[in-house]
């Protein structure tokens, strides 16, 4: 499966994109007045072959949840079983990413790939979001010991993802928003983040959940540990993900392939989903035009794996939460960029002079 859809993603499509360009400069506003979302509305139309592309909805926001071995590291005062309580919260539909998605007017689905305690299922709400049993073993190993997972591991995470991205957009979604849960999850991150960039790993650890100087300290010191005995080759994606990530970041990787394959965009929350983007480009670099980052964590590592990318934020609102709340925030401006090349008149068309 993985194979197949890597092989399936290929370049944006040039003539869509032209025609975008050529609509843009048509429109009855200043060219390039706004801003980024004139790009984006590009981007989207080389993705889907067509201009003006398809608006992106609905939407589909995907939570792949798991657990940490290097939680036993002390990198988080937050104990391990949080994982799955929050994951009881947001199918009772309390957490902020409930919140965010009635508004935004997703779905919500949450797919268990590696939580280490048993799920408090009974508090699903029938008519709430989904919960999906794809548990690859629970949780990581320590990767400061040994590999977090082995190869075979690392693959079953990643094309969870891809199943539940073809899943999702075989429903009907036009945009897949990714989400995370996991206790501890920054700290892989970093390591990624550190193995695919080459950043130094204090440039990219953050402080996650707002742990103490002796906790970030910590921290810092075990993404180098892990990284030193590891040494994981950035051209090997699915040996990245299994020396130093997590469950939910290989599925997360998945989901972007799967979503690429598709020519479905996928709209990118924080650090945790940016580091599996990394290891996605990896694995194809085409897959960065499905691409569209929400916004820009407070995490630092989500910066360098941006600059790294080369994708530009859309909002900057000092997030750090995860869930997908930053995506789903930055879901009305995706579709706003989209809506203005469905919508508004050219000055031919509304008879307005051009200057």
Known sequence: ??????????????????????????????????GALEPLSVRLAGLAGACPPP?????????????????????????QEVTAQMIGNFLAGGAVVNAF???????????????????PVDATDPAGPRLVAATVRPGTRDMTVTAAL??????????????IARELVD??????????????NTTPAAALVAAFTGADPAEVTGRGTG??????????????????????????PLGVLAA????EHAALAGLVLG????????????????????AAAAFAPDAVGAMVAGHRSAEPGATAALRHLGLDPLIDLGLRLGEGTGALLALPVVTGAVRVLHEVATFDSAGVAEK
Request: net charge negative; aromatic share 2%; glycine share 12%.
């Open 55 to 79: 608006l992106p909805e609905p939407a589909a926001v995907a939570i792949f949840a798991g657990d940490h071995g290097v939680h036993a590291q002390g990198v988080t005062p937050w104990p």
């Open 1 to 34: 499966m993985l194979e197949s859809t890597v092989a399936a993603i290929r370049p944006l499509d040039e003539p869509a994109m032209a025609a975008a360009r050529e609509l843009q400069g048509r429109l009855t506003k200043p060219a390039g007045s706004l």
């Open 244 to 247: 130093v990530g997590g469950l």
């Open 211 to 236: 742990v103490d100087d002796g906790t970030y300290a910590r921290k810092v010191g075990v993404v180098r540990a892990a990284l030193d005995r590891h040494a994981p080759d950035p051209a090997d």
């Open 150 to 163: 082995t190869r075979d591991e690392a693959r079953a995470a990643v094309e969870t993802g891809i199943r």
């Open 259 to 278: 979503a690429a394959a598709r020519r479905v965009p996928v709209l990118l929350d924080g650090v945790i989903a940016v580091s599996a983007a990394l």
């Open 101 to 119: 998605a009635r508004q935004a007017g997703a779905s919500v689905t949450v797919v268990d790939v590696g939580v280490a305690t048993p799920l």
């Open 171 to 184: 429903a009907g979604a036009g945009i897949l928003l990714t989400g995370d849960m996991g206790i501890g």
